[in-house]
């Protein structure tokens, strides 16, 4: 059974940084691609970051050069950096898994190309 844990999820002024994490149980990352979505309220879900199972990254325009998605495979572990916060990356946080390759950049960030999710963790950046 497949099954996804984010957490580092906390408050931090803008400028800051913060660390989310999302242990894997029952599969392995390197068959499956992965995926960090953000959902503020009143909005739609939006994806942020994806890890595709070749190693291949993608990454909202509007976390570029800010956000960095990572994996630890011995620790079944996926990692989303997050440095210069905005308070508009204000937002619930959650990760989600795919089986296989995601070819589509676009694929790769939408929320209906992936199956799995986790429970989500909330991340508050204050001005």
């Known amino acids: 059974q497949v099954q996804l844990v984010e957490s580092g999820g906390g408050s931090v002024q803008a400028g800051g940084s913060l660390r989310l994490s999302c242990a894997a149980l029952g599969f392995s990352y390197s068959t499956y691609s992965m995926g960090w979505f953000r959902q503020a309220p009143g909005k739609e879900r939006e994806g942020v970051a994806a890890?595709?199972?070749?190693?291949?990254?993608t990454y909202a325009d509007s976390v570029k050069g800010r956000f960095a998605i990572s994996h630890d495979n011995n620790k079944n572990t996926l990692f989303l950096q997050m440095n210069s916060l905005k308070a508009d990356d204000t937002a619930m946080y959650y990760c989600?898994?795919?089986?296989?390759?995601?070819?589509?950049?676009?694929?790769?960030?939408?929320?209906?190309?992936?199956?799995?999710w986790g429970q989500g963790t909330q991340v508050t950046v204050s001005s």
């Open positions: 890890l595709v199972s070749d190693g291949t990254t």
């Open positions: 989600a898994a795919a089986g296989g390759i995601i070819y589509s950049s676009y694929a790769r960030l939408s929320h209906s190309t992936y199956a799995y």
